[in-house]
């Protein structure tokens, strides 16, 4: 057994003060949750929309949800009431549809456009020029109840070190390149940039990460 409480301690240790620890609970029973709840720990990530809700509905109410999956534009209905921060916007019809139910809920729901920074064709996420695209068009301005506060990127599946220090380093350089554009709308601002995992959030820390998701080595290895 994992000792969670022992776990989400040593991490945040190693994190700087700008990086804040999202534990990623997907798969996990609700009392691995309330382990790290009772230990003072209020973050948490689900990438499926019906495991996110039902844990939302059966644990305490100051929780903070993160939707850190590929999220289909007909299930943002569901999360729109609660959801914190959903990491993985990858188009402008499902950034549409969040900004409809937003509007519903009478609330402004924080966006990360997802980038694709891998090597691997399994992974979803906009190109750099797609993001750019997105952001400077006009429709997005117009879009008054989501707010865009940064990316999220996923580095390849590698034991290259090398190769994954350049993929993050890729998502900060267009960070910084999207941040310092002229006349930015006023439903962006780039704050969190939402990268590294269990196997390389060291790497992703080290590259500027300021929200690291982490499951496995909190909770141990799912089946
Ligand atoms: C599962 C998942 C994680 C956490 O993965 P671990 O390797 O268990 O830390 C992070 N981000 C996303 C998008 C995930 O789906």
């Not at 382990?35 to 003072?40: H, Q, S």
């Not at 809700?53 to 590929?70: A, F, N, Q, R, T």
């Not at 750019?132 to 996923?154: D, K, P, Q």
């Not at 267009?174 to 959030?201: C, H, K, R, T, W």
Request: hydrophobic residues 40%.
């Amino acid at each position: 057994m994992p000792d969670i409480a022992k776990n989400i301690a040593q991490i945040c240790s190693e994190l700087g003060g700008n990086t804040k620890l999202i534990a990623v609970t997907k798969t996990k029973p609700l009392q691995d949750l309330l382990t790290a709840y009772e230990a003072g720990f209020k973050r948490f990530g689900e990438n499926k929309v019906q495991e996110l809700c039902s844990k939302y509905e059966s644990l305490p109410k100051d929780i903070e949800w993160h939707m850190i999956g590929h999220l289909q534009s007909n299930k943002v209905k569901y999360i729109a009431p609660f959801v914190s921060l959903i990491h993985g916007v990858d188009s402008f019809k499902l950034l549409k549809e969040i900004d409809k139910e937003a509007r519903k809920n009478q609330r402004v729901i924080d966006c990360l456009l997802q980038i694709y920074i891998a090597d691997e064709d399994t992974k979803f996420g906009l190109s750099p020029q797609e993001a750019h695209e997105l952001i400077l068009s006009e429709s997005f301005a117009n879009l008054s109840h989501i707010r865009v506060i940064g990316l999220m990127g996923m580095a390849s599946h590698t034991d290259d070190k090398e190769k994954i220090a350049q993929e993050f380093q890729s998502l900060k350089d267009l960070f910084e390149v999207i941040a310092q554009l002229p006349n930015l709308p006023s439903n962006l601002s780039m704050q969190e940039l939402s990268m590294g995992m269990s196997g390389d959030y060291p790497i992703a820390v080290a590259h500027g990460s300021t929200l690291v998701r982490v499951g496995s080595a909190i909770f141990g290895s799912r089946a």
